[in-house]
């Protein structure tokens, strides 16, 4: 049952390497404006979930690469940066707004 649940996690993290790819994207469009740091944040963050969805995967399947790492741990850790994750969100939102209003 817990191998089922390995491949719905892998499906996640191919969806995170997507997600990523397009954050670059991003951020190679608005370094031209100064509006990438959030971006490279951002993509750090997402850097931390897929290897957080990675070690559960294998988790799900016993195979243990950080021993000292538990199935807890990883979920706290996902749970803290995606707090994270959704602050930086918002700052780059206000700083795009910011801009703007600076351009009017």
């Not at 649940?5 to 191919?14: K, M």
């Not at 016993?62 to 021993?67: F, G, Q, S, T």
């Not at 790492?69 to 910011?98: H, R, S």
Request: net charge positive; charged share 5%; glycine share 6%.
């Amino acid at each position: 049952m817990l191998t089922n649940y390995a491949y719905i996690v892998i499906a996640g993290s191919v969806i995170l390497l997507v997600g990523l790819y397009f954050v670059f994207r991003n951020i190679a469009i608005l370094r031209v404006y100064g509006l990438a740091r959030p971006w490279i944040i951002i993509s750090v963050l997402v850097s931390f979930f897929f290897f957080g969805y990675v070690f559960v995967a294998l988790l799900f399947f016993d195979i243990a690469m950080v021993p000292s790492i538990t199935l807890e741990g990883l979920v706290t850790a996902i749970f803290f940066f995606g707090a994270i994750f959704v602050l930086t969100l918002y700052v780059g939102k206000q700083m795009v707004a910011f801009h703007k209003s600076q351009l009017l």
